[in-house]
């Protein structure tokens, strides 16, 4: 069984602060996403990272792929209110193109 | 582009009872996923759907659970009976190709069951 591990579950910060949100499994992944939920709506893909060792960065999130496919984090710079929501990693299985999805991180941003 | 459409958005019955959900992927995607979210954790894939046709659904409980894509576009999950711990949150999403790395997600339908 191919498990996503997410920490931490819940993180409350204050405006500015910064913060990193960590995703690991035994397994390894072909590529790996990363999504945003926010009540009451479905997961909303914000990238994917595909080459062991990969950065990518949007506006003031960053997210990198373990060099052996394993793990990934994301880190954000500066938090503000708007990236409060849930943070979820999900695997790619390349042989059926199905995703495994972590329990997800809880991040509230407190003006 | 229209997104992922899903009715309903809300939905509270009693246990033993059945239900239905409804899909609408986005125009074009051949590929059509159903999750099951319990409150507090990931999303749980219980169908996939290549056009009509069934790709996965081993984590489908198929004593009660059943999903259908008649013509390849719009699908529908049934619950028959109903449990308590069914109460969840039913994600559809869809994708252009099988291959696609990008999922769409529609904004779910909550089921309390009681």
């Known amino acids: 069984t191919q498990l996503l591990k997410q920490s931490p579950q819940f993180l409350s910060i204050q405006e500015g602060e910064n913060l990193t949100v960590y995703c690991n499994s035994s397994?390894?992944?072909?590529?790996l996403q990363w999504y945003r939920q926010e009540p009451g709506e479905g997961p909303v893909l914000l990238v994917t990272v595909v080459t062991g060792g990969e950065v990518k960065k949007l506006k003031r999130l960053t997210f990198q792929f373990g060099d052996a496919r394993k793990d990934s984090s994301l880190h954000i710079t500066a938090a503000q209110p708007g990236d409060t929501g849930l943070y979820l990693c999900a695997g790619l299985i390349d042989s059926s193109y199905k995703l495994i999805f972590g329990s997800g991180t809880r991040l509230l941003v407190r003006p | 582009e229209a997104g992922v459409a899903q009715s309903p958005r809300y939905k509270i019955i009693e246990k033993r009872q059945s239900v239905a959900f409804w899909c609408n992927p986005i125009?074009?995607?051949?590929?059509l996923y159903w999750y099951q979210q319990i409150l507090g954790q990931g999303p749980k894939l219980l169908i996939q759907f290549q056009n009509n046709g069934v790709v996965d659904d081993s984590q489908l409980p198929k004593d009660r659970f059943s999903a259908e894509r008649l013509k390849g576009v719009d699908s529908t999950l049934k619950i028959q009976p109903a449990k308590l711990e069914d109460s969840a949150v039913y994600l559809c999403a869809s994708s252009g190709r099988i291959t696609s790395y990008e999922q769409y997600f529609g904004p779910g339908t909550r089921l309390t069951v009681t």
């Open positions: 125009s074009g995607h051949a590929t």
């Open positions: 397994s390894v992944f072909s590529s």
